[in-house]
């Protein structure tokens, strides 16, 4: 029997054409579209399987939803509902720091920046969780909240205004000129965590520069609490690649630090510490059941979007099967 597998979308949104489409909503629409075409249905960020209620059985419904046994109680057709088909609240958490200002000023290295592409995947999302009639929400922060907007069925406007007009701290440096990160990042996700009258699905986006372990623990207090979580990870391709030539003094966006650096004695040493960051950051937030996805912003979005859904989907049933068993 033929497995049949989702396509990717053929209609890639480059970074070169969302910068120029300049309006966001207009952008998370054509971007959103174009992830529902390649997978052929709507995608659906929740991942809860608790039962939620039955309702009444309409025309499309998967007929494997069907409670049998209430149908031969009743001798009507009633279909199962979970959390996750319910309205549930939806909160993009992004990071505005100064590191996410960097990119998109050199030719051939995409036109975005990271906080640039973070705030497209922010409206992407929000867009999404939107149309599935999702209460959408959104903070924003460096070493302290700048933006908090509650979850609302009634929010996406204010959502994407607020992402619209965003732009990244000049600096978030402690007076001693190291960052204050890690503890900022722990204590707003507690805070956030706090605000919430439910469980919720949370997306958290930045450039993490923040040990593995760090990170983890930041997010213990909002897993602890059962919502879930997604991390989106994003960096720009020469943060990956190291691709520079000359030697040059390099600032530390972050402390300002300026660092002589000569690129061809460090390229091997710099390319396989970032690689083993990545890959420690993907293993500790797999093992603690938090969804990962690593984006270079020189991506088509849509393309991006896709792999990740299409996994997150994945899993989904993956852990609905387990949990029927």
Avoid at 163 to 187: E, F, I, K, M, Q
Avoid at 209 to 226: C, I, M, Q, S, T
Avoid at 298 to 305: I, R
């Amino acid at each position: 029997m033929t497995s049949l597998q989702p396509t990717a979308p053929t209609r890639l949104i480059d970074p070169a054409v969302l910068a120029r489409i300049g309006d966001l909503e207009l952008a998370a629409r054509v971007v959103v579209e174009g992830v529902i075409n390649g997978l052929h249905r709507s995608p659906h960020l929740g991942s809860s399987m608790d039962f939620a209620e039955h309702r009444a059985y309409m025309p499309g419904d998967d007929i494997r939803r069907i409670d049998w046994k209430l149908f031969a109680r009743s001798d009507r057709h009633f279909v199962k509902e979970f959390e996750a088909d319910t309205n549930t609240n939806f909160t993009v958490l992004v990071d505005c720091s100064p590191s996410m200002q960097y990119g998109g000023s050199v030719e051939g290295a995409g036109t975005l920046s990271k906080l640039d592409y973070a705030r497209y995947l922010a409206a992407c999302l929000t867009y999404l969780a939107s149309t599935q009639r999702d209460r959408v929400g959104l903070v924003t922060f460096d070493s302290e909240i700048r933006d908090y907007v509650p979850p609302s069925a009634k929010h996406l406007n204010v959502v994407l205004h607020t992402l619209d007009r965003l732009v990244a701290s000049a600096d978030s440096a402690a007076p001693n000129g190291t960052r204050a990160g890690p503890p900022a990042l722990a204590a707003l996700t507690q805070r956030i965590g706090e605000s919430f009258r439910r469980r919720s699905m949370v997306l958290l986006i930045s450039d993490f520069y923040e040990e593995p372990r760090a990170v983890v623990d930041a997010l213990a207090y909002l897993r602890g609490k059962g919502n879930d979580l997604m991390v989106f990870h994003v960096l720009d391709r020469r943060e990956l690649e190291f691709p520079f030539t000359d030697s040059a003094n390099f600032v530390d966006l972050e402390t300002g630090e300026r660092m002589p650096v000569i690129p061809d004695y460090l390229r091997a040493q710099y390319r396989a510490l970032v690689a083993e960051h990545v890959a420690s950051l993907s293993r500790v937030l797999g093992e603690n059941h938090v969804d990962y996805a690593m984006f270079d912003t020189s991506q088509p979005l849509d393309h991006a979007l896709f792999r990740f859904l299409s996994g997150r989907e994945g899993m989904r049933q993956s852990r609905f099967r387990s949990a029927r068993v």
